[in-house]
């Protein structure tokens, strides 16, 4: 079993439509939790970060968490053409503040 | 203007050598990291430091070496040790204290061998 573990897509969505992201992870201790975003060839940049249970909103993302069923997920809503990105989950892992990251999931959203 | 640079951005290496990809931040962060991605694949760690002149292995450390003698520099060298060396490395730092664990990363370096 991978550390984190996302579906790989492509996640086709019509624009102006929620897309929603899955990650699950398998360290039980794991106490932060990321999305990147990252357009074909550039290097990751950070969407969210979210540490407790629950729903974390910033503009049209939404990051929730769920820690007793090690479960991550990152919702978009009204996507637009420009969201069109393989989106990364990473779990923190002490000591050392590492990151794992999942495989990514590739959104294609079309207009 | 506050941000993580790498260079050379694109770096071609023939068989048995050593190159060194640089990577700088003016951010003031004490931790730093390398990651290595391959096509349609997340990062995997190959380094990170926490401290000046204080680094570690992580997952996939063969191949490879660093140092931090300065804050603000952690230049990552691939070795002809490293097997398959071709791919996008990515340098990050990480903002200082406990609650605030995120990383950002530089622009990468994308290297092939010829």
């Known amino acids: 079993q991978k550390e984190v573990e996302q579906n790989s897509g492509p996640l086709s969505v019509p624009e102006g439509a929620i897309a929603s992201l899955n990650c699950t992870y398998s360290d039980r201790g794991s106490q932060s939790f990321f999305w990147y975003r990252q357009y074909s060839g550039k290097s990751p940049e950070l969407i969210m970060f979210?540490?407790?249970?629950g729903d974390k909103e910033d503009g049209r993302f939404t990051a929730q968490l769920n820690k007793a069923s090690q479960y991550v997920s990152l919702l978009i809503r009204d996507s637009q053409p420009s969201d069109s990105a393989t989106y990364l989950c990473?779990?923190?892992?002490?000591?050392?503040?590492?990151?794992?990251f999942g495989g990514g999931t590739r959104v294609l959203v079309k207009p | 203007d506050g941000g993580i640079t790498q260079s050379p951005k694109y770096l071609f290496r023939k068989e048995g050598q050593n190159v060194t990809l640089s990577c700088e931040q003016n951010l003031n962060h004490d931790a730093m990291y390398w990651y290595r991605q391959d096509p349609g694949q997340g990062l995997r760690l190959i380094y990170y430091?926490?401290?000046?002149?204080?680094?570690q292995k992580g997952d996939i450390a063969e191949g490879y070496s660093v140092s931090r003698e300065k804050k603000e520099s952690f230049p990552l060298t691939v070795t002809s040790a490293q097997k398959n060396p071709t791919a996008f490395y990515l340098c990050?730092?990480?903002?200082?204290?406990?609650?605030?664990?995120?990383?950002?990363f530089g622009p990468g370096t994308r290297l092939t061998v010829l």
């Open positions: 430091s926490q401290i000046v002149n204080d680094f």
């Open positions: 990050a730092s990480q903002s200082p204290g406990a609650s605030t664990d995120t990383q950002y």
């Open positions: 979210i540490y407790s249970n």
């Open positions: 990473a779990v923190n892992r002490k000591p050392g503040n590492k990151l794992t």
